[in-house]
């Protein structure tokens, strides 16, 4: 599986921005997906997950959407409100199992990366 993650910017606290991630293979519906953001110097956070189940950071809870549309093989992420704590890069990442996981070592194929910069 290939995956490609677009959409990033620059954009002011309160703003919205949608990141999308293009996904190859023909089985996309059975990969669970998911998005992490990463600060340079730290570790890797999870922020969403598509499966059989959904799950959501608590810090983006109630902001940001994952979504997914296995017609065209993309997931989304739709951020709402954003804040300048949400200054990342930005990654989806695919696991062979739908049953997604909050931990980064369960998915094993990961896009390049979209950076966001939310300004105060």
């Known amino acids: 599986v290939q995956l490609q993650a677009s959409g990033g910017g620059l954009v002011q606290a309160g703003d919205s921005l949608r990141l999308s991630c293009a996904a190859s293979g023909r089985t996309f519906g059975s990969y669970g997906m998911g998005w992490f953001r990463q600060a340079p110097g730290k570790e890797r956070e999870f922020v969403a997950a598509?499966?059989?189940?959904?799950l959501y950071a608590d810090s983006v809870k109630g902001r940001f959407t994952i979504s997914r549309d296995n017609a065209k093989n993309t997931v989304s992420l739709q951020m709402n409100s954003l804040k300048p704590e949400d200054t990342d890069v930005y990654y989806c990442a695919a696991s062979r199992y739908s049953s997604v996981s909050y931990y980064s070592d369960q998915y094993e194929y990961w896009g390049q990366g979209t950076q966001v910069t939310v300004s105060s």
């Open positions: 598509r499966g059989w189940k959904t």
